[in-house]
């Protein structure tokens, strides 16, 4: 897959929120009657709040463990805006840390992915070990003998705290944050069904391609947590050009679900096939029927109609996949107005390799740069964040009201589950975790 679009680093004012109160923020999610604040889309100190408070606070998805799977393996991504390294070091450990020499804070690495085992910055040549550690500089005598209390121990990088979900990697800067197990929850019981329903586990696919739209990084987050109402209006016509057939939106909505759990959504039917079928592959339909009966002794019968359905998904904040399409992402945030899409390819490791080469192909048809699906997704956001800025049309709030009432309990399915694709439950989980980490003053990495 080829890597696209540069990066350009962005520039934030230091943080002022006198004008912010939790209070304040409050105000702006009404969950009782479904409506929320344009202000979210657009506010400058908004969003220098969210990289405080959600992304330099809460557990964020980095890498799928294939990406790193030998000493020295890398690649570079960001959490929130900070660029961050994510290698194995020497005993074998996922390291993550930032990509910001100590010295005068240069990059220390500048390609995107590889091998290395040291990385020496383009500057002054301070050189860092996979574990981030200060390993040697130019004139190091120098150093020592004119220096105060000259220390190399104490000049390693910043590393981040690192957890693993089946495959996929996780880094925090807060020390306080807590265990990646209790910041998924019960959404693991969902993640199961992507990652872990065959005994090889999952891979990334190589590969990654970068690219840019202009639009707030919650838009196209909320839509993957559970906005499957515009699908059938939106994609309407991608479907027609791809499959010569629209989106089918007659199906019965009683075996139709949202589930959410600590502001991480997936929606999805118990239909098996549905959404592979975005794919427009016979023989990836073929592989799924095949492999059910496999499918329920390791899931169980619910779970296993669940693999391949029409689903789409949230990890919250900024992380989301098709389940069954296999395309998984993470919506950077650049500015209030813009993110760097990051795409891979989710496969299971066992899968024939005819197949994994028609899971891309698909992908790349549908959910890529020049994916019809993904255009119009993006034409969307980008149209909606622009929008919201105008200072009158600012003033009047959006509509989250959909299928208020549609809570229920269920013997099986974990979390908060609501019946009804097409209701706002998932998206407003979603803004119930945003308010509750923008809210909350406490410690966390900065
Ligand atoms: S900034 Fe990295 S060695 Fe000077
Ligand atoms: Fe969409």
Sequence with gaps: MPTTIPITPVRLKPAQHATITA???????????????????????????????????????????????????????????????VTRDQQGKVRVFLNSCTHRGNKICMAEAGNKRRFTCNYHGWTFDSAGSLVGLPQEELYKSTC?????????IRNARVESYKGLVFATFNEEAESLEQFL???RWYLDILLDN?????????????????????????NFAGDSYHAAWTHNSGAVALFGRGVDN???QSKVYQANVNGHGWQFGLDFIGNAMVLGEQDILDYLKENEAKF????????????????????????????????FRTWHPKGPSQI???????????????????????????????????????????????????????????????????????????????????????????????????????????
């Design 23 to 85: 209070d304040s923020l409050r105000k702006l999610v009404d969950f009782e009657n479904g409506s929320i604040d344009r202000r979210l889309y657009w506010d400058e100190e908004i969003y220098r709040l969210e990289l405080e408070r959600i992304f330099a606070r809460t557990w964020l998805f980095v890498a799928h463990e294939s990406q790193v799977a030998n000493y020295g393996d890398f690649l570079t991504t960001f959490m929130g805006e900070d660029g961050v390294i």
């Design 148 to 156: 105060r209390d000259f220390d190399k121990a104490q000049l390693g």
């Design 185 to 187: 929850g019960d959404y």
């Design 198 to 222: 065959d005994p090889g586990g999952t891979e990334f696919l190589p590969g990654n391609i970068k690219s840019r739209m202009q639009c707030n990084w919650k838009y196209p987050s909320e």
């Design 250 to 252: 007659k199906y019965d």
């Design 296 to 327: 329920a002794a390791r899931l169980g019968k619910l779970r296993s109609r669940m693999i391949g359905s029409i689903s789409s998904a949230n990890l919250f904040p900024h992380t989301s996949f098709l389940p069954g399409q296999n395309t």
């Design 340 to 446: 760097e899409l990051h795409t891979w390819v989710l496969v299971n490791k066992s899968a024939p390799e005819a197949l994994k080469d028609m899971y891309m192909k698909g992908v790349m048809r549908s959910f890529s740069p020049s994916g019809v699906l993904e255009m119009d997704d993006g034409d969307n956001w980008e149209n909606a964040t622009a929008t919201n800025l105008g200072v009158v049309t600012r003033q009047q709030k959006l509509h989250y009201g959909l299928g208020m009432d549609s809570k229920v309990e269920h013997d099986e399915l974990k979390g908060n589950v609501h019946i009804r694709k097409y209701n706002d439950s998932n998206q407003l989980a979603f803004y119930g975790k945003w308010l509750e980490l923008m809210c909350d003053e406490g410690a966390g990495a900065s």
